[in-house]
């Protein structure tokens, strides 16, 4: 096991690659198993991180833009990548988008697949529909991933929506039910 000064992993998720890759000058054989996990950097910001069980291949992953206080959570593994919920603007706006991690496509660095804020999203996106929408909980489920959100055309009443992944992994959310305020989708779990 690997030591930290203050790391505090949370979140554990792990996966298995048929094809090697490198992260950050790691470099992860083929299928070889990769634990993923949020973590505290010694600068204080909470980030997405990846180890293969010690310290030296123990890496955090940058995530586009540069951004700090990401505070990945909802870690689930679909397709081969990490999709993942994370503060846009580096929490400054308290909403949470969609990031993928595709180590195939880009191994050092995460993605942003849509913003909680409408005024990020481009006006043709499909998502600018719903305004903005902050996912809560995700799991994958029949071929798709399913996640509890809240939404300025919802009027802040949670429901659960499909993503509706293309193979290039763009989203086109779909609201699959409005449950109402007090009957929100808290907890998805799969049973397939």
């Keep these: ?32 198993t990769v634990a993923f996990f949020s973590g505290v950097h010694n600068d204080g910001n909470t980030g997405l991180w990846m180890t293969l069980g010690a310290s030296d291949n123990t890496k955090q992953i940058d995530v586009e833009n540069g951004q700090d206080n990401l505070y990945p959570y909802n870690l689930t593994i679909f397709n081969n990548k990490l999709y993942f919920t994370g503060y846009d603007n580096n929490g400054a706006d308290g909403g ?23 005024a990020s999203v481009e006006p043709t996106n499909p998502i600018n529909a719903w305004g903005s929408l902050s996912p809560i909980t995700m799991a994958a489920f029949n071929n798709d991933l399913y996640f509890n959100a809240s939404s300025s055309q919802t009027n802040g009443v949670p429901g659960l929506f499909r993503a509706n992944l293309d193979s290039q992994g763009n989203a086109n959310p779909t609201q699959v039910v409005s449950l109402g ?12």
């Design 96 to 118: 949470r988008g969609l990031f993928v991690y595709d180590p195939m496509a880009t191994p050092n660095k995460a993605t942003q697949v849509f913003s909680s804020s409408a």
């Design 1 to 32: 096991m690997f030591t930290s000064s203050g790391l505090q992993p949370y979140g554990f998720v792990s996966n298995s690659w048929s094809t090697q890759f490198t992260v950050n000058g790691v470099t992860v054989p083929e299928n070889g």
């Design 181 to 192: 305020a007090t009957n929100g989708p808290w907890s998805l779990t799969p049973t397939d």
